[in-house]
């Protein structure tokens, strides 16, 4: 199914048809701040694993997620003094902030050194249904930027991809905060002099 979704005022009514698909652990593609994103909720297990199969990933290497605010990153990772100044002073926005995971996290999503990525993308669409749906998204690339082409390339693979405009794809920035230490592990959109 091709939602179209309005991108600067998204209707409560089609946020609320994405999370009964999210809630029903179906795959959703929706639009970020940076790209195209493949998402479930973050506790369907199956859903996961469908999005590992599909992206054709090695389990290892465990996907980014998408929270809602500040607050609700600090249920999921262990978020000290310096790490949330910088979060506040960049979310939402182009950033993924690697930051060790809390016992909530599925372990599934958990890298050796239990760490996490973590988003908070400036993206009303993508806020909208984090918000509405309470559970994190996991959050993954979609190498195109066009709706239509997205929805005939990926509508076997997926119960819905969302129309929020064309997104030009560019990753990213990922900064480390382990151990309270920022290190720009890859530059991506987004400023970085602040770190």
């Known amino acids: 199914m091709l939602l179209s979704i309005n991108p600067d005022n998204p209707q409560k009514r089609l946020i609320d048809k994405v999370v009964q698909v999210l809630d029903q652990g179906g795959l959703i593609i929706y639009p970020t701040d940076t790209f195209y994103g493949i998402g479930c ?3 369907q297990k199956k859903s996961i694993q469908r999005i590992y199969h599909l992206k054709r990933r090695p389990l290892a290497k465990p996907f980014s997620f998408v929270c809602a605010n500040l607050k609700d990153i600090s249920l999921y990772a262990q978020v000290s003094n310096h790490a949330y100044r910088i979060m506040k002073r960049s979310l ?7 930051l060790e995971g809390t016992r909530l996290v599925p372990k599934l999503m958990l890298t050796r050194r239990r760490t996490v990525g973590i988003r908070v993308p400036n993206n009303k669409i993508c806020l909208s249904i984090v918000k509405n749906l309470g559970r994190p998204i996991i959050s993954t690339s979609v190498p195109l930027d066009e709706p239509s082409v997205i929805h005939d390339t990926y509508s076997s693979s997926v119960e819905m991809v969302i129309d929020g405009g064309v997104i030009s794809y560019e990753p990213s ?3 480390s905060l382990i151990d309270d230490r920022a290190e720009v592990i ?5 400023e970085i002099d602040f770190i």
């Open 41 to 43: 909720d973050l506790f």
């Open 92 to 98: 939402p926005g182009p950033y993924t902030f690697i």
């Open 173 to 175: 920035t990922v900064v």
């Open 186 to 190: 890859r530059e991506g959109k987004g």
